[in-house]
């Protein structure tokens, strides 16, 4: 280095202090920087996939890993999803790869059934027989048992979701819809939300998603597919009405952002029903697939609004409960028992709750206690409401559980593949299109789903 300043003899004091400084201090940083990562090096590692506003996934990663002397949960960069990564996700787990703790959803593995039999997941009930402190009742067993394929429990569901759809009150009633009764029927429902469209020009069910029919499938609570005798019955009576009664709902929908630039782009159907003049004159109504939120705090939206399950296709009355995020252990996972017990702590109390949540998690918990203390939770939050007036505490806490015990014993959950639905939404739209009839569509949607079951 060429010092121009030769007279200012302070300069080259400090100048001196630096350079001797600079080394020991870069010796220094470098050692830490050893150290931290031979550090990192003595401890194992179980690696997991992590997107983008996880926070609570974030979250117990770091209490893990504070809690573990010998081995780490990491993870690469925060994802943002996309086909890209989804494809790159499965060719790795095809080649014995991918990440130690699986994320398993229907964006993501479009035919679980299919990969339940290539050896990639571990038997989890391996390590919960011998866990005496983990107890399968504390959770909602019916999405649990969604993760279990002939007597091996593959993954373990985080959340779930249902669908529902809610309406200014007293709109149903004085535009002649049916809410109850014999007549309370998917079928008949369509046939009236078509009608009240018709009156309404330009009015209907406000979404936030592409409607679709594996949404009316959902909603019906029938199983159309047998995977151990690789059979469907996309063919049949029951299914092309599904289409037909599709047809007519779908008719009724509007995206949310095309009707109001006020709220384009927003997801949250409680604030869209704030601002929306169809909403407050009556003449729209507002269909959500996430239930989480309205569910939560039903009785409060009945203030003003009437919150509604959507009816049944048949007279057995069913919800169809949908897994929508779940973990599982690669069986090349080395250190399954400590994956295991990060599992756990994602399913604990704390860790399904709001307070840890941040409320980035949009799905209703699978934990029991988790869902009931979430539920206080928001009727606590509920911003500059009279919430005392509104609500007794404790006649709310009854009102919750008996919900809870409402839906259990109503509900139903089946794992069916994402690639079946995407074969059903996909052919569908020749018939709404008008190039083929319900009965031509259910024959295609039939022969590819078996083509797909038995390849």
Known sequence: ???????????????????????????????????????????????IDVMKNEHYLLAAISEFNETHDNVRISYDDLINFNEEYRNKY??????????DILRIEPRLFVAVNKMVNSGIFYDLNKLIDKDKDFKLSDYNQKVLESGVFNGKRFYIPLGYDFSTFFVKGGTLKENGFTTEGPNWTLANFADEAYSYTQKNKGKGFIVTWDFALSDIVKISGINFIDYVKKDAKF???????????????????????????????SEDLLEISTVCPEFENGTALIMDNSVASPMWFRDF???????????QYTSKKTILLEPMVSLAINSKCIHKDEAYEFIKLLLS?????????????PYIPVNTKAYLNNVNCFISNLGDQAVEEIYDREKRKLQVEAQLKEIDSISICDTVDAQIYNIMDSEVKAF???KYS??????????????YLNE
């Open 90 to 99: 499965i060719t790795s787990l095809a080649v014995g790869e991918g990440p």
């Open 438 to 451: 319900a009965e031509q569509t259910a024959k295609i949607i039939q022969d590819k789903v078996m083509l």
């Open 301 to 311: 939206i009945n203030q003003k609004t009437n919150l509604y399950l959507f009816p």
């Open 1 to 47: 280095m060429k010092i121009i300043n030769y007279k200012v003899k302070n300069y080259i004091a400090v100048l001196l202090l630096i350079i001797a400084f600079v080394p020991i201090t870069s010796c220094s940083n470098e050692e830490a920087v050893r150290d931290e990562s031979k550090a990192k090096e003595s401890k194992a590692e179980i690696k």
């Open 235 to 265: 063919d049949s009576s029951e299914f092309i009405e599904l289409i037909n009664i599709y047809k007519k709902l779908n008719s009724t929908v509007i995206l949310a952002k095309d009707v109001s630039a006020s709220y384009t782009g």
């Open 432 to 434: 709404i299109d008008g």
């Open 349 to 361: 109390d704390e860790y399904q709750s709001i307070s840890i949540m941040k409320r980035d998690f």
